[in-house]
């Protein structure tokens, strides 16, 4: 079995059975700015704790959930969080669901330096459009899925000629916030319509950065935007919010699915 080669040599700091990202990805190259970095003591500080609520241990968490629900298989996908100036970030193209606080990079949010970097590994591709969600949204958590079912909706828009996402009268778009700012407080209502923009893909995830960012300005209310053929970007303003939000959208493209299949509009008349 592919899994048991990558229980080979464990890290020097890993205290768990887990295979960690580090042994899954060895291929990558060093490159590390030393002058810039924390000691190596302040380092592994930045992800060492026992409390199940720090950055380090909900973000390995977290992806061993979203891999049971299809959301990082293979690889894709991934979820970072902002902690005050810090900056959590998985390395890229590890088996999500597998990571361990020891596999993860660490930014300082004001200098982009990076504070903590595993060797061997390379920061997630899609740091850019994470980082792109915490400057012009204030996001404190942000999540990438790979859905099957965020896949198939913007293919569905896409067969229809659209690049929003619109869908209205269902009870679970109450789990999406209105938008940002006083007056737009809340939750959108059961008579709101939900609209999502929808991005092309590209062929490397940090290329998308751009248009993600002009989305976010174009649609200033969103708290997500599809990527065609690929996936979607969820974020909130703390990890529950982010959470809960993709889980809502993720069950609302769920429906939106079955809905086509079954003849029924999105929006009824
Ligand atoms: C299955 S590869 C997927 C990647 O290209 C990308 O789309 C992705 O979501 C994850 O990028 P990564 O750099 O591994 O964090
Ligand atoms: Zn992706």
């Known amino acids: 079995m592919a899994f048991v080669t990558l229980q080979t040599p464990r890290s020097p700091h890993s205290s768990t059975k887990n295979v960690g990202a580090e042994q899954q990805c060895r291929q ?34 977290l992806c061993k959930k979203f891999y049971t629900l299809g959301w990082v298989t293979g690889t894709g996908g991934g979820t970072s969080i902002r902690d005050g100036e810090r900056i959590y970030i998985a390395p890229s193209g590890v088996q999500k669901e597998l990571m361990k606080p020891q596999d993860l990079f660490v930014m300082d949010y004001a ?17 850019p459009l994470f980082m792109a969600a915490f400057t012009l949204r204030g996001a404190g958590c942000c999540i990438h899925t790979h859905s099957k079912d965020a896949v198939l909706v913007t293919l569905l828009c896409e067969a229809a000629g659209t ?13 999406i916030p209105k938008g940002y700012g006083e007056e737009k407080k809340g939750n959108l209502g059961y008579h709101d319509r939900l ?3 929808i991005i092309d893909n590209t062929a490397h995830e940090e290329d998308l950065k751009d248009t993600l960012e002009a989305a976010i300005q174009q649609w200033p ?38 809905m086509h299949k079954l003849g029924l509009p999105w929006i009824p008349k």
């Open 195 to 197: 609209r999502i923009p």
């Open 28 to 61: 990558f190259p060093r490159s590390r700015s030393k002058s810039k970095m924390a000691t190596t003591h302040d380092a592994e500080a930045l992800i060492t704790s026992h409390d199940p609520h720090h950055p380090a241990n909900l973000i390995c968490e």
């Open 111 to 127: 200098t982009r330096e990076y504070l903590r970097r595993p060797p061997v590994l390379k920061p997630s591709a899609c740091t």
């Open 163 to 175: 690049d929003v996402f619109e869908i209205q009268k269902l009870e679970q778009i109450k789990g």
């Open 221 to 258: 209310d969103t708290h997500a935007v599809l990527v065609k053929r690929h996936g979607i970007y969820v974020w909130g303003k703390d990890v529950a919010q982010a959470k809960t939000q993709c889980e809502s959208l993720d069950y609302i493209f769920q429906l939106a699915v079955e």
